[in-house]
């Protein structure tokens, strides 16, 4: 999956945080000195923050234990760097053609959270890892879904809104990965451990929690699913009570994996969902509610351009006192689809939501300090590159020095403002016609980039694919070979190879033909790939010959997966013209068990599938001591 990776620095520095969290944490910083805690609280609402401080934490770290838990992660980064990261967050752009229109961003942040709090709940009760690496990982879990959306806005937007029933097999389909291998190496480059974050790629779906074979591994899996499935539940009724079919499907696993009941389960639920509905205020501001232009009632009159971006005009946001004559004709007259606030707070929830070119701000309507809200706004990444316009009373050249060091780029006198502001508005323009230029090449250059991603991968994905049976090739069966061996002498799981050889395939291609020898190849392949099961890997290794490589099985099981594919053969009819084709196979196995490298166990699998040849064909031989056995 190294693919994925080449789309990480895009994505992971990226990805955009909930508004409702962005303007939280600049309440927090624009009050008192936010304590640490308070940050760090609201940190862990935002995948996408909770993210980058790990990553920045775990860089900070390199020789010591990786940072999994939020909270530490926020303590060994300080206060200061916290709030510099926490406020220079992306957020969802407002401009429709950058945003992935089906996908739900607030909602995603808070049923993300609700799974990370269920999770933390859960290994409270249960020792299967520290609740705060849970919770992290939880809220990580689903983070490629995140990276798609925001990195393929277009292409997501038509996969979600896409008739397949599947998100994984269309997303693998589209791009030649799938969101949770994206969540995956996001969270490796977070500094997530891998026993942490390969459990969470399995999350999603029971079939897949049942894969994971190693026992701690599978009690994580386990957890992480438990947690995504009732936080579905919890995230639709927003209510508290379980319900019997989410607990039914449930209460096994937990059994088995976390050894609790329902009960207990049932408790764990309720706990998580209250505090999980007690921070949905956090979300419910800007995103339920939209604070945007048309929501506040005392300003919808008097604003008619409320929605200035509609029109592709340039956006002004104007703090002001209600006593002051608003400045909506200057601005228009200057080109700027205007919109304006009396009050301070408004008027940051709306620049989040809209992210102007222009603000105008009555230094008589800023509630504290002047400078320490220039300095807020400046440390945001949408308020880096607005232009900002200052209105004051008399404020001779000291004293507006260290306003223009705060950030503001003019400095206007409030008898001036009505009569000299549209004059003087030009540098504002051409900063916003900058800003638009440059982000349209950025997008386009992205876009390229991250389409050559998917050409790559796609041709990559072709690379290690048989054309003619759609099975792995040569080269991918000796890659996942390779995985296997070395996983093996590592203490893993054990390999076994089966090597098949159709037999006389060349009097099917003399008598019946290429074509009809394509098609008998093509339905081999097709018949035998229902017969291997999960672990095992079924490739083409050449002509009329192919490989099947075991993983965690001894050599009595090989011979029982050797024989049903030896019957699934027989059973094979290809109608060719007049005539129906039929074929049989030789297998010749071997166990890692018997080798001391993956050529030696190759070379033994060859040398028993020989025998089977010179044993008359349609055979499965193994070696057993010096001698070749037939099953
Ligand atoms: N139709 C078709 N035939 C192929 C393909 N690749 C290899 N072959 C043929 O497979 C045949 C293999 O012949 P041999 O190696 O003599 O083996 P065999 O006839 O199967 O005999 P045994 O293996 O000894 O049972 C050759 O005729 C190849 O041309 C292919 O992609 N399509």
Redesign the pocket.
Known sequence: MDQSRLILKDAADELPSPNGVALAIMQLWNSDTPSITQIARLVETDPALSGRLLRLANAASRAGRPVVSIREAVARLGLETVKQVAVAFSLVDPEQERQCEAFDYAGFASHSLLVAMLARQLASQSNTAPPEDLFACALLARVGCLALATVYPQEYTQILTGSSPSLVAEERHRFGFDHNDLSYELMRDYGVPEPLARPAVHHESLDRVGDVADGRRFRIAALLHIAYRLANQGFQTRDAALDDETLDRVTALAHDALDMDSQRLRARFADAINEWLSWSQVFSLPESHPVGPDSAPETQAADRHDDPHEDGRKRALVLQTPSDPPLTEPLEAAGFGTCHRDDQEQMLRTAVEHQPDLLVIDQAAITGSAERLLRLIRSTEWGRAVYIVLIGDHLDEPAQAPLYAAGIDMYLEREMAAESLADRLAPAHRLAELKSLWLSDRRDLRRTANQLVISRRKFETLSMTDT?TGLPNRRAGMAELERAWAQWSRGGPAVGIIAL???????I?DHHG??A??RL?AEVASVWSGVIRQGETLCRS???EFLVITTGIDLAAMKRIAVRLQQATRDITVPWRDSVIGISV?MGLAHSNDATDQEALLNRADKALYAA?EGG?NRICFRDNDTYLAV
């Open positions: 003619l050889d159709l037999d006389h395939f060349k009097r291609n290429h074509a020898g394509d190849l050449g002509g009329e030789s040849k064909r």
